[in-house]
């Protein structure tokens, strides 16, 4: 019998529960397929809690408010996805009743729950029943309908009225019914609270002791996965876009944020936790999306996956499957160069110069260091060149250098897409590798890149007055031009850029800037540079009007 939890049970009840969900986080990404099929349920949850088993993992603690506290915070730092972010609120309201708690009875339990879903559910602007939130409020209500002093007695009977709630969750969307599967992320809770009861009794978790719950059967017998019942093309918004939000004030309020972004997808959630707000949105214009987040703040932690090529992926995987056959691997080759860019324009520039894969990302949308060394692996080259484009995404690119286990990697270090497009350009079959990369990085120096964008506050620098909204010319790590009238700044820019021996001046159009803006633009340029090619582009990146190179 136990009748009171304390910090170091709390801790290893957090520990083991991490290990229990990521022992099954394949068995739950199997099962996904509300509210669209992206398949990473089970890994966006297993990382989540994971975060928060590393923060508590080489601790000591004093008290249970010490540990949830702790707990909260990792969860949400490391949330990821729809239900990684609703996983962490549960744990928020957690925290919410036992902050001024040494030790935790079954009261304090039971309300800790009740709090647990009370703020998943009032995280999520339109709480779907059926899906995880149906399953925490039916356990939390388990455990203020249970009576006695025995926590583990409790947590029976709240794990006995989970399982029995997701049950029904096959019965209550049609989405599940179909698929014949239980809820995706109830089904990653109950692993969580598992994990908690297996701590109670004492038991050790590795990450194989548990197979996980079955999926569906096709009619031929073989495994199906809830993605299978769904089309590629029935998947209306494409890109699962999250990050956090470092907020300039910690006064200031997201309200402004969910209001811009509410119209532009689906599965929104946004949690204002006083100095940091986390973001999660499916959406088909990421870049507006960022574009206003920035307004709010600095982001870190951002992450964009296209959901259609994903479940896609997954389809054609499982298909080779069923048949008996093996999902055929990249060919190998000797050489491929992959590089980082945001906008469509310009991944098609870049696939017009031959580069063999994209990577979603740039500024404010910095991919990780996993997403380079996916990218470079899905290649099949002996020898992998990167174009990070950007001095925030150089470090993360490097790390793949000692990641790679069955290639080299060579990584360039350029700073701007038209350095990457500049290396991209001065590729030669006749060079090896290491011998290619660095003549690419040369080429990269010879070009003079400058950018404009906006300013996100009022401020001042280097004798400048600059107000919140104003558009800023940017050279040479220096702020060049700043002024109320966009084409009027770009083409002051372009002056400071451009000298008497410029020879190609580029610019790329981003996704803000209109066609209009942008040809009465061209008109100028043309017109101030007679004797220098002035070439226009369709890039579609966001937060920057335009990029530009002078050669």
Known sequence: MIERIDAALLRNMV??????????????????????????????????????????????????????????????????????????????????VLKRCDTVGADEFAAALKMGSDTAYSAVMKPTEGTILTVIRKCAQAAQEFEGDDIAALLEAVIAKGNRTLAKTTQMLPQLQQAGVVDAGGQGLMFVLEGFAMALDGKDVTLNAVTGPKTAKSEAGQP??????????????????????????????????????????????????????????????????????????????????????????????????????????????????????????????????????????GQTMNPSTEDILAAANATGAKNVIILPNNKNIILSAEQVQYLAEDRKIFVVPTNSIPEGIAAAMAFSPDLGPEELASSMGEAAKAVKSGSVTFAVRDTSIEGMDI?????????????????????????????????????????????????QDAAALEETLTEAYPDTDVLFYDGGQPVYYYLISVE
């Open 467 to 515: 107000a919140k909204g104003n558009y800023l010319g940017l050279w040479g790590g220096k702020i060049a031009a700043v002024g109320e009238d966009l084409n009027e700044i770009t083409a002051k820019l372009v002056s400071e850029m451009a000298g008497e021996d410029a020879e190609v001046i580029s610019v790329y159009r981003g996704a803000d800037s209109s066609e």
């Open 15 to 96: 520990l083991s529960a991490a290990n229990n969900l990521n022992a099954n986080r394949e068995a739950v990404n199997a099962l996904n397929v509300f509210p669209v099929p992206d398949g990473d349920t089970g890994t966006n949850m297993g990382l989540t809690f994971m975060n928060a088993a590393k923060e508590v993992e080489g601790n000591t603690y004093s008290t249970v408010s010490d540990v949830a506290s702790a707990v909260a915070k990792a969860t949400l730092r490391g949330a990821r996805g729809n239900s990684g972010v609703i996983l962490s609120q549960i744990f928020r309201g957690v925290s919410k």
């Open 224 to 361: 199906e996965t809830a993605q299978q019942s769904i089309k590629t093309e029935d998947i209306k918004f494409t890109y699962c876009t999250e990050f956090i939000i470092n907020k300039y004030d910690p006064s200031s309020s997201a309200d402004g944020l969910r209001t811009a972004i509410e119209s532009k997808g689906d599965c929104m959630l946004i949690i204002d936790e006083e100095d940091i707000v986390k973001v999660h949105i499916h959406t088909n214009n990421p870049g507006y999306v960022l574009e206003q987040a920035v307004k709010l703040g600095e982001m870190v932690n951002i992450k964009i996956d296209n959901m259609k090529l994903q479940h896609s992926s997954i389809i054609n995987g499982e298909n080779a499957e069923d048949t008996g056959e093996a999902a055929s691997p990249a060919p190998e080759k000797e050489l491929a160069i992959i590089s980082v860019a945001a906008g469509e324009g310009l991944a098609e520039t870049f696939r017009g110069l031959g580069i063999d894969g994209i990577i979603e990302g």
